[in-house]
């Protein structure tokens, strides 16, 4: 069974950081790129993604040079550690395939505020 468990979030204040974690398991983890994603809408963000090995990744115009994703293919988890964080950076956070093939998570909140 697949399952994603994103978690890390919490209430942050502008200019703070915070570091996601999302725990998979039931698929070939260390075979799969991996993104984080993050909805403040109506609409789901790509937000960044990381080749099965790790070596490569792309991230959101948004949140390059504040956001880094990286993963440990021996635990199945793939972090999200976010710096600078701005107010527009408040939505919940997912994690999946870059295509969306997995069931989702509950997600983890983000909230940056003063």
């Known amino acids: 069974q697949v399952q994603l468990v994103e978690s890390g979030g919490g209430l942050v204040q502008p200019g703070g950081f915070l570091r996601l974690s999302c725990a998979a398991s039931g698929f070939a983890f260390g075979m799969s790129s991996m993104s984080w994603f993050r909805q403040a809408g109506p609409d789901r963000e790509l937000v960044a993604t990381i080749v099965s090995d790790g070596f490569n990744s792309e991230y959101a115009d948004s949140v390059k040079g504040r956001f880094t994703i990286s993963r440990d293919n021996d635990k199945n988890i793939v972090y999200l550690q976010m710096n600078s964080l701005k107010p527009e950076d408040t939505a919940v956070y997912y994690c999946?395939?870059?295509?969306?093939?997995?069931?989702w998570g509950q997600g983890t909140a983000v909230t940056v505020s003063s």
């Open positions: 999946n395939t870059p295509w969306s093939t997995l069931d």
